[in-house]
């Protein structure tokens, strides 16, 4: 019986621990002063089979960075489900909010199918080339819901409980509370505040998905997940598995508190696929016959799916990349859509990305924000640079450090500092030397490359008085712009900046963006890569 306890208190403490490992990289993946990260935070994101399986179907090619997958697929057929319920940190959030609330003790309708309709929709869709891996994998749903909602609500909360206590409260209360906060700062709270487009709706997600949870143990794992659907299939292959004793026969004791409902009532066998190796039932059997060990594999039972069921899931996701191509929505202009130094081109990119949000997290000026329909519905989550909420910091390289996938490359920092992100054109019937022959020089202040791209020159004109007066009006030179934002971003104006930073060729008759009669045309010529 203590072999037994002890065999379940170390998965209670795997989950622990990885979980713990999981909330650490989180924090980790911020900005600590320096413009590096060394360590892998992303690894999570690169053991994931799903997320390499994907990859490589959209890109043709293996990725490296996903190596650590290879791990997790022979653990998988080594010892089954494993990773589900001994390593994943959905999985062990799954189980500690079903301590909290009461779950309903019916089982209902089984929805396994569910997840192996998703799997063969996401992984048809990635060999006809559209990712859809994003909206569904268990890592991206929690690391894109913690990013741009919980997370900055968290700091949100913390920093509006303390503000208050240093502006009002006494001068022994304010002493007393600073050494609190500056251990919440230097070990939970993110390096600064942040604010992020979508965070309603990534958080609604992901509460949908813990709140599933009401209905049955793990609902999400044993009917939705497109990851666990498989390492399910993977797992027929184990060699290390459940073994009821000859007096299991009639027993079924232990199947309606299977968290997974491994048990099927009909042929009153386990389906090896399902389990997770949690080991509840051995350690609640009555009769003390459970038993887990190697032997060759031998399933009886089927995937929980029809071949028309297979079919159909298959024609789904050959479709989608077919209506993704006709989509009219991802082929408009957009010339202010934005990528992150060091984005592949487009197609690579949506090909790799897994709209997981680690650039957006680590971005210093908050400038990364994810795009919803900008792009077409394909795109949706991707990253997208925004300068108005902020700009691209010149001496930072730390999205292409934290990407898992290499959708945004690895930069080094004179590799980035000539890497063109866009173009920066001037609205001159909003800016002020232009428009109101107001002295202004903050965009050339502010630009970053070391022969600055915005120049002045020196005219005369006529202020609203009639006067003559001597002016410098700035001028761009196009060789030298790199597209970081900071003039946008900088710029004094309220509502749209007077100089935009565009992605690719515009004309002045682009109104539809307000950019005015008096926008320049420029042409990006990507700077290789060196």
Known sequence: MATKVTLRTCRKLSQVLFFFLFLLFFRLTDYSGLDEIPYAVNIFFRWDPLVTATVVLATKTFVALLLPSLFIIALTIIFGRVFCGWLCPMGTLLDGVGKLIQTSPRQGRSLRSVKYILLAVILTSS??????????????????????????LFNLLVSGFFDPIYRYAPQWLSNLSEPIYTVLQNSVLPHKQSFFLLSTLSTTILIAVVALEKLAKRF???????????????????????????????????APSCRMDAFDPKSRQVRHEECNLCLDCVD????????????????????????????????????????????????????????????????????????????MKVCIQNALQPCFLESGYEGMFTPRLIPRIGYCEFNCTLCGQVCPTGAIHKLSQPAKQTFVIGMAVFDKERCLPFAAHSPCIVCEEHCPTHDKAIKFKEVTVINHKGEAIDLRQPYLIPELCIGCGICENKCPLPGHSAIRVLSSRTTSEDDEYGYGAHTQTTIIQQRSIS
């Open 127 to 152: 060999l006809f080339g559209l990712q859809l891996v994003g909206f569904f994998d268990p890592f991206s749903l929690l690391v894109r819901g913690l990013t741009l909602g919980l997370d900055p």
């Open 220 to 254: 999400w794992c044993r009917n939705l997940c497109p990851l666990g659907a498989l390492l399910a299939i993977l797992s027929r292959f184990s060699l290390f598995r459940r073994f009821p004793g000859l007096s299991c026969k009639d027993c079924q004791h232990c």
């Open 284 to 359: 609640n059997c009555v009769k003390q016959a459970s038993r887990f060990h190697f032997a060759l594999p031998d399933n009886r039972l089927q995937i929980d799916m029809s071949r028309r069921t297979f079919i159909g899931a298959g024609l789904a996701g050959i479709t989608l990349p077919l209506l993704s191509q006709v989509n009219a929505g991802g082929r408009l202009p957009r010339p202010t859509l934005l990528r992150p130094p060091g984005a592949a081109p487009e197609a690579e990119f949506f090909s790799k990305c897994v709209r997981c949000g680690e650039c």
